[in-house]
């Protein structure tokens, strides 16, 4: 396995980490099919609880 020959400064590491931050934006969001309300993709919604058209999580 490589190893590095010289130690990186902090503030490389910190840019880069940054750039990889802040290069994605606003999360994108979804509608659910059953009550219309925004949620995330690929989520369970968490105003009715419904994921793929099925029930996943109870709801109160």
């Known amino acids: 396995m490589p190893v590095p ?3 990186k400064p902090k503030s490389r590491t910190r840019s880069r980490k940054a750039q ?3 290069s994605g934006s606003v999360p994108a969001y979804a509608t659910c099919p059953q009550c219309h309300q925004t949620k ?3 989520q369970a919604c968490g105003n009715c609880g419904t ?3 099925r ?3 109870p709801v109160e």
Request: charge should be positive.
């Open 5 to 7: 020959k010289r130690r």
């Open 20 to 22: 990889w931050r802040n």
């Open 40 to 42: 995330l993709p690929h």
């Open 51 to 53: 994921y793929a058209g």
């Open 55 to 57: 029930q996943a999580l």
